[in-house]
């Protein structure tokens, strides 16, 4: 094996096939979208107190938080795994879960900053 293949960056399981990579970038990038939504979700739910439309705050941030990465998540996943593949590099489960919740941190400050309005 090649110097960069025996070396294990966090230890752990590592990813030979496609789909093994693919898989744990997108749960990883999945579960930590859910988690910010949820928890984002939870404070529009508090602060707007009672007003009618706080009811569908947590429901309709849990929603938007499962399908970006549904729909980008699964492309992007696809593409590092690609480039690993290409690369002839295998995945540890410390890089997965870096690329999934570095996946996350990037769609949210993509959302927060408005880049799409000056497009």
């Not at 898989?23 to 988690?35: A, D, G, I, K």
């Amino acid at each position: 094996k090649q110097w960069y293949q025996r070396r294990v960056r966090g230890g752990g399981e590592t990813f030979d096939t496609s789909y093994d990579m693919w898989r744990e970038v997108f749960v990883w990038c999945l579960v930590s979208s859910l988690v910010i939504h949820f928890v984002s979700g939870l404070l529009a739910w508090y602060s707007l107190g009672g007003h009618p439309i706080a009811v569908y705050a947590l429901p309709s941030f849990i929603i938007a938080g499962f399908f970006t990465p549904l729909f980008a998540g699964t492309l992007t996943s696809a593409v590092i795994v690609f480039v690993y593949k290409s690369a002839n590099f295998t995945m540890s489960s410390l890089d997965a879960f870096l690329w999934g919740v570095g996946q996350t941190i990037v769609y949210t400050l993509v959302a927060v900053s408005r880049i799409y309005v000056t497009l």
